[in-house]
C-alpha cells in the first residue's frame, strides 16, 4: 500500500470553487477529495474517465 499525504497534493479549483485533489487514478476508476467551504454547494457533475 502507498501512502500519500494529502499536503503533497495540489488542489484543482473547479468552476464552483470547489477544492479537488486526486489521488490515484486508473482506467476503470479513480479517487479524489473534493472540498466545499461551509455554506456554499456544488454542481453536480460527470467525469468520464
Partial sequence: ???IDRRDRRPVIT???T???MF???AN???AEAVVG????TEYHYRAC
Avoid at 461551509?38 to 454547494?41: A, G, I, L, W, Y
Fill in 1 to 3: 500500500m502507498r501512502l
Fill in 24 to 26: 490515484y487514478r486508473s
Fill in 38 to 41: 461551509v455554506r456554499e454547494t
Fill in 29 to 31: 476508476m479513480s479517487m
Fill in 19 to 21: 477544492k479537488v485533489r
Fill in 15 to 17: 468552476k464552483d470553487k
